[in-house]
């Protein structure tokens, strides 16, 4: 059973910076990608950051330039930079199963961008 669970979420003033933990555990098939998912009050859950191959990695548009996403062998994380409020959301961590195109979420965690 693959287990992803994030951490360092929270309040932040304008123009904080915050990151992100994806802690990954349990067994899956390799290949596989991560990634980080957003969800905003009354919006749809989108793309912020992933890896797209073991280095390739691919952003919003939103948050080029401010976020990074790296990774060590059991984590994977989100560094974010001169965030604005409508960064507020909750940020999901994902894991996807390139073969058999199976994806796993963490619980999400609350980022708050606020003065």
């Known amino acids: 059973q693959v287990q992803l669970v994030e951490s360092g979420g929270g309040l932040v003033q304008p123009g904080g910076s915050l990151t992100l933990s994806c802690a990954t555990s349990?067994?899956?098939?390799?290949?596989?990608?991560m990634g980080w998912y957003r969800q905003a009050p009354g919006k749809e859950r989108e793309l912020v950051a992933q890896?797209?191959?073991?280095?390739m990695t691919t952003y919003a548009d939103s948050v080029k330039g401010r976020f990074a996403i790296s990774r060590d062998n059991v984590t994977t994380y989100l560094q974010m930079n001169s965030l604005k409020p409508e960064d507020t959301a909750v940020y999901f961590c994902?894991?996807?199963?390139?073969?058999?195109?199976?994806?796993?979420w963490g619980q999400g965690t609350q980022v708050t961008v606020s003065s």
């Open positions: 349990g067994s899956f098939l390799r290949p596989a990608t």
């Open positions: 890896f797209t191959s073991d280095i």
């Open positions: 994902t894991l996807r199963e390139v073969v058999r195109g199976r994806s796993y």
